[in-house]
């Protein structure tokens, strides 16, 4: 059975940090790219930044030099350490497992509010 369990979210003021954990289980998670989308309320689910299983990472405009993600995978686990947090960064943020031939898994959620 197939998991991934993100934590780590929660509540924090303007210019905070969080760091966001995802761990896998039922994979074989070095053959994985792993992502982290975001969705905020009312609006679409959106890319936020990828691991490929080699370990390129890239990331979307509005997180860059904010953002990092990167990956353990002895503990089969990515991470997103979000710095200068701004209100709109507000979002449920999915952890995404793709092993680019069919495979594809999402977990939970978890809940991000940025606020004063």
């Known amino acids: 059975q197939v998991q991934l369990v993100e934590s780590g979210g929660g509540s924090v003021r303007p210019g905070g940090s969080l760091k966001l954990s995802c761990a896998a289980s039922g994979i074989t998670f070095w053959l994985y790219d792993m992502k982290w989308y975001y969705q905020a309320p009312g609006k679409q689910r959106e890319l936020v930044a990828v691991i490929t299983r080699g370990g390129t990472t890239n990331y979307a405009e509005f997180v860059k030099g904010r953002f990092t993600i990167s990956r353990d995978n002895a503990k089969n686990t990515v991470h997103l350490q979000m710095n200068s947090l701004k209100p709109e960064d507000t979002a449920v943020y999915y952890c995404?497992?793709?092993?680019?031939?069919?495979?594809?898994?999402w977990g939970q959620g978890t809940q991000v509010t940025v606020s004063a």
């Open positions: 995404n497992a793709n092993d680019r031939v069919g495979r594809d898994y």
